[in-house]
């Protein structure tokens, strides 16, 4: 059974769709600690997932339709300069905020994907995700989803970047088999 405080956090997160963990800390007037603490169970629920200083709101597709330039996966504004976008057998299209959510949301659909497409961070060119290299792990702060997954289209892009910014080059493969386990260790972490 929710308290009363985790029943406020459900309320709020169904209304607002994403929350700061600092936020949720002062309008509760309780430490960060306790708002990890009372936001686990609506992680184990699968209600919430967490997010780089906040939490976001994890909805059912079958109930709920998303909007062309909302995130399928954690439902924030997608910019087009870090869309994962998803083309299904179907011919159906969904949209990711970025290549975090986008390689989150192929694991999902598997073999119903025909084809993904990112942008390369650097250049802005679209590219198969299958062709491409990301980067794991950067000190760039892009402003969304984390762990944050950076994009480029060749490798001398991504390792040039990786020696400036930090970070780690994967193969789309690579990130596929890894991202997951890093995915959690990193949620719970952050």
């Known amino acids: 059974m929710l308290s009363e405080r985790q029943q406020l956090i459900r309320d709020m997160i169904l209304y607002r769709h994403n929350l700061k963990i600092s936020e949720l ?7 960060e600690m306790t708002i990890h603490r009372d936001i686990k169970p609506l992680i184990e629920e699968g209600l919430i997932m967490k997010t780089y200083g906040g939490i976001t709101l994890i909805r059912d597709q079958s109930i709920h339709r998303v909007e062309e330039d909302e995130c399928v996966y954690c439902h924030r504004k997608c910019d087009d300069r870090l869309v994962y976008r998803i083309i299904l057998l179907n011919g159906e299209r969904e949209n990711a905020c970025c290549s975090h959510c986008g390689i989150l949301r192929h694991r999902q659909l598997g073999d119903e994907v025909a084809q993904a497409i990112c942008t390369d961070f650097l250049t802005g060119t679209t590219i198969s995700a299958h062709l491409a290299w990301f980067v794991l792990d950067t000190t760039v ?21 990786v020696k400036g910014f930090g970070g780690k080059v994967l193969t789309f493969s690579e990130i596929m088999k890894s991202f997951p386990q890093h995915l959690k260790l990193s949620c719970k972490n952050s």
């Open 141 to 161: 702060h892009i402003r969304c989803c984390y762990p944050q997954v950076l994009v480029f289209e060749t490798k001398e892009y991504a390792e040039n970047f």
């Open 25 to 31: 800390s002062q309008t509760l007037e309780v430490s």
